[in-house]
């Protein structure tokens, strides 16, 4: 029997750094629901970089099936939510068309998942029809640069339409119970056996090579650890995006730079890794995240340091805390003398507790029981 479509409106590219928009699409797939993966309908205007892939829209190329049992990918053809002549031109001519794209693609009166809470969601969502709506709060929004400036309304209009609502962090649970008080936690999770194989080889300690995996972005992450861990003399290791007024770490003695690695291939390009950073710039825009990528590095069982983000102190047994250069920097060399196997051990249990059969059993779970009461 075929399972309720699933339309996913994400925030993200398919081929962007992966991330939990599509992990929740290819898990809805593979659980039999016929799924669809929209792209990013955008949250600010396009750089003149991105114009290229505007082009490629307009031609009606890069829709396609992702592999391995995964959603059917497809690319819409909308203008940015951040004009009032760009929505008013998507009503009448873009989102039509997506619409009737979407209903050939997997049917009519969808489950829609949504994650950018902007005004071009939600008029996709009033043109879907959907039977089920759920808004799972992944970001705080209103910090993100360059927005709607009526972002903070069309959230809260996306609150009160929406069936379910869950959020991934603890800080962001509490904003929005202030409207819905039903709202529920989804933390991240991760591919556990997917980087549990690394448990395989035990870290050295003191470590050696210590490693920071994914979009290293300057407004997030603090380079002064990074550089300051390098220079320590630890083997920096960084995988991923590293933002472009940063390229010169990767120059400077102790540093490897991998570049940007599929997320298939990121256990491969961890191995050897004996310990891991995640020195968050603690601001408007990571205040309210709990990093999903948290997840992965405590399935490795490797020592953990990070930023004392509110979702990493209520994470504080199982991942060291640290603040600035030398904190860090401290914490690495301490690993010896604060390092045990019970702790070794306990990450990978906790990770193994949130691995994403277990989350989307949860998140399935809930659909189905919201539309088995309509019944």
């Known amino acids: 029997m075929t399972k309720t479509p699933v339309v996913v409106l994400s925030g993200v590219r398919w081929n962007f750094l992966w991330q939990r928009h599509q992990t929740v699409a290819t898990l809805f797939a593979r659980a039999g629901h016929p799924t669809v993966f929209v792209e ?8 003149p970089s991105a114009l290229a892939k505007v082009g490629a829209r307009v031609r009606g190329s890069g829709a396609g099936r992702a592999g391995d049992g995964g959603p059917l990918v497809y690319p819409p053809l909308v203008l940015p939510p951040t004009l009032r002549v760009f929505r008013a031109a998507n ?30 969601t939600l008029d996709l969502i009033s043109a879907l029809d959907p039977r089920l709506v759920l808004y799972d709060c992944a970001d705080d929004y209103e910090q993100f640069p360059h ?7 069309t959230e809260r209009e996306l609150l009160t339409r929406a069936d379910l609502v869950s959020c991934t962090s603890k800080p962001l649970l509490e904003r929005t119970r202030r409207l819905r008080p039903d709202a529920s ?41 990074l550089r300051a861990v390098a220079r320590a003399g630890f083997r920096l290791r960084l995988v991923g995006v590293l933002d472009p007024a940063e390229r010169h770490l990767a120059d400077e003695p102790n540093v490897e730079y991998r570049g940007e690695v599929s997320h298939g291939r990121l256990p491969e390009a961890l191995a050897g890794v004996d310990a891991f950073v995640l020195p968050y710039r603690i601001n408007g825009l990571t205040r309210a995240i709990s990093p999903a990528k948290t997840y992965e590095c405590l399935a490795t069982s490797r020592p953990v340091v990070a930023s004392p983000l509110p979702a990493m ?26 390092e045990t196997d019970e702790r070794a051990r306990a990450r990978g249990r906790l990770a193994r507790e949130n691995s994403w059969p277990v989350r989307f059993r949860e998140i399935e779970a809930s659909i189905l029981r919201a539309l088995g009461s309509r019944v």
């Open 185 to 225: 936690l989804s933390g991240p999770a991760v591919d556990y056996e997917h980087f549990a194989a690394l448990q395989e080889h035990p870290p050295a300690l003191p470590p050696r090579t210590v490693c920071f995996f994914g979009d290293a972005d300057r407004r997030r992450v603090d380079f002064g650890v």
């Open 91 to 120: 009503r009448r001519f873009f989102l039509p068309r997506v619409a009737r794209d979407l209903e050939r693609a997997v049917g009519v009166r969808p489950i829609v998942v949504a994650y950018p809470p902007t005004r071009t």
């Open 40 to 47: 990013t309908t955008g949250l600010a205007n396009p750089r």
């Open 147 to 153: 927005v709607p400036k009526d972002i903070t309304d």
């Open 313 to 338: 102190e209520d994470l504080s047994e199982h991942v060291y805390l640290a603040d600035g250069p030398e904190g860090f920097v401290g914490a690495l060399q301490s690993l010896p003398e604060t």
